[in-house]
C-alpha cells in the first residue's frame, strides 16, 4: 500500500517551454501533497505543499508564478514548469500523505528528471 | 528553526561488517525523525521513524535507529551489511504539524564491497 507515481519519469525539453508532471496516490488518498527538488549530490529542498482543493503553500525562493501547482483532486497533483530554463534541470519528486491515516508519513514518488535544453 | 546534519557524505564499508550513519537534529520544539532510503534511479522509501514511546526502532530489513534527546542525534546502524544495502540514506526531521514538512539532510552514500 501506499504507492506514489509520477508521470513522465524523464522529460527533455527546449527552453522556454512549459512542462507538467502529474503526481498521483495509488491506493489511498492524498489529502496533502509536496513537491521536491534536488540537485545532484544534494538533498531533497521542498519546493511547495498542497492541501486538496487549497492553493499551494510555496516555500521562500520559490516563483509561483514559475512552478503551478494544482492539486484538484485526492489522487493528483500536478507541477507545471512554466517558461522552462537549463537552470530548471533537476530531479522533481512529489510526496503525499493521508492526513487521516497516516499522518505523520510522507509517501515518494520514484522522481521526475527534467532536462532543458 | 530545524536543521538536520548528516556528518558523513559517503561511507564504504565492506559487506557483513557493521555500519552506522550519523544523523543531528536541531529544534527547538518536539519533533519526528525519520530515515528515507534511496535506490539508484529510485525513489524515496521510508526505512523507519521514531514518533514516541521507546526511543529503539527498527526497520524490517535489520536496520535499527536511537533517537538520544539529550545528544539530539538519530543514527542509524546495522550490524552487518549486505551489497544490496548500498544506497543514498537520508534523514529528516518534521515538528509534526498540520503540514508535517521534513526537513532533510544531506544524505549519506553507503557503498558497500564485497
Known amino acids: 500500500g501506499a504507492v506514489v507515481s509520477q508521470h513522465p519519469s524523464w522529460v527533455i525539453c527546449k527552453s522556454g517551454t512549459s512542462v507538467k508532471i502529474e503526481c498521483r496516490s495509488l491506493d489511498f488518498q492524498a489529502t496533502t501533497m509536496f513537491w521536491y527538488r534536488q540537485f545532484p549530490k544534494q538533498s531533497l529542498m521542498l519546493m511547495a505543499t498542497s492541501n486538496e482543493g487549497s492553493k499551494a503553500t510555496y516555500e521562500q525562493g520559490v516563483e509561483k508564478d514559475k512552478f503551478l501547482i494544482n492539486h484538484a483532486s485526492l489522487t493528483l497533483s500536478t507541477l507545471t514548469v512554466t517558461s522552462a530554463h537549463p537552470e530548471d534541470s533537476s530531479f522533481y519528486i512529489c510526496?503525499?500523505?493521508?492526513?487521516?491515516?497516516?499522518?505523520?508519513?510522507?509517501?515518494f514518488g520514484p522522481g521526475t528528471r527534467l532536462t532543458v535544453l | 528553526a530545524q536543521s538536520v546534519t548528516q556528518l558523513d557524505s559517503q561511507v564504504p564499508v565492506f559487506e557483513e561488517a557493521p555500519v552506522e550513519l550519523r544523523c543531528n537534529y536541531s529544534?527547538?520544539?518536539?519533533?519526528?525523525l525519520f530515515w528515507y532510503v534511496q535506490y539508484p534511479n529510485q525513489g524515496l522509501q521510508l526505512l523507519l521513524k521514531y514518533l514516541s514511546g521507546s526511543t529503539l526502532v527498527e526497520s524490517i530489513n535489520g536496520f535499527e535507529a536511537e533517537f538520544n534527546k539529550s545528544q539530539t542525534s538519530f543514527h542509524l546502524r546495522k550490524p552487518s551489511v549486505h551489497i544490496s544495502d548500498t544506497a543514498e540514506y537520508f534523514c529528516a526531521v518534521s515538528d509534526g504539524g498540520s503540514q508535517g514538512n521534513l526537513i532533510f539532510g544531506k544524505g549519506t552514500k553507503l557503498s558497500v564491497k564485497p
Open positions: 510526496s503525499a500523505r493521508d492526513h487521516w491515516k497516516d499522518w505523520d508519513t510522507q509517501y
Open positions: 529544534s527547538s520544539v518536539s519533533v519526528y
